[in-house]
């Protein structure tokens, strides 16, 4: 079983930055990978932003490439995503999520975390 806790969410003016947190325990994570998605009200769940655990590649959607940024630390099971120049089109709940990078891609990840919510202001 593996757990996901997100942190970082919050209010933040257009042009502005945040950075999300995504701690993971339960189960060691060599051979997955973690991503972001997120949900905007009325919307339906997309995919953001993923990281493959052993090989470090990186993933993005075209709306926040060059934006955002996604990283990890193994020794804290956590990944993060920086996101810089934020728009009010940023506005949703962002939630992590993990499995294999085919699964992750495909919406189709089994973990997920309870989501963190970030609002941009214009």
């Known amino acids: 079983q593996v757990q996901l806790v997100e942190s970082g969410g919050g209010l933040v003016q257009a042009g502005g930055s945040l950075r999300l947190s995504c701690a993971a325990s339960?189960?060691?994570?060599?051979?997955?990978?973690m991503g972001w998605f997120r949900q905007a009200p009325g919307k339906e769940r997309e995919f953001v932003a993923a990281?493959?655990?052993?090989?470090?590649?990186?993933y993005y959607a075209g709306s926040v490439k060059g934006r955002f940024t996604i990283s990890r630390d193994n020794a804290k099971n956590t990944v993060y995503l920086q996101m810089n120049s934020l728009k009010p089109e940023d506005t949703a709940v962002y939630y992590c999520?993990?499995?294999?990078?085919?699964?992750?891609?495909?919406?189709?990840?089994?973990?997920w975390g309870q989501g963190t919510q970030v609002t941009v202001s214009s």
């Open positions: 999520n993990a499995d294999s990078i085919a699964l992750l891609l495909s919406g189709k990840g089994d973990y």
């Open positions: 339960g189960r060691t994570f060599s051979r997955y990978a």
């Open positions: 990281i493959n655990w052993s090989s470090g590649i990186t």
